[in-house]
């Protein structure tokens, strides 16, 4: 639901600007920030376009210290 979606976009903004902003720079980073290994796409476009999954197995790959 909503609230999944919203801790999904923290944790986009965490993982891949650590230390940085808030909700306002989550957002901003999830709207706008194309992923290189995702074709250039952004999180908001795969995951309008039904492609929620890659996403979340990117932000899991850079936990464990994948894509670095």
Do not use: N
């Amino acid at each position: 639901g909503y609230v999944h979606w919203r801790l999904r976009c923290w944790k986009f903004s965490a993982v891949l600007t650590p230390g940085q902003g808030g909700r306002p720079e989550a957002m901003a980073s999830y709207r706008t920030r194309p992923i290189r290994a995702l074709d250039g796409r952004t999180a908001e476009a795969l995951v309008k376009s039904g492609q929620a999954r890659l996403v979340w197995r990117y932000l899991d790959e850079i936990d464990v210290g994948g894509f670095a």
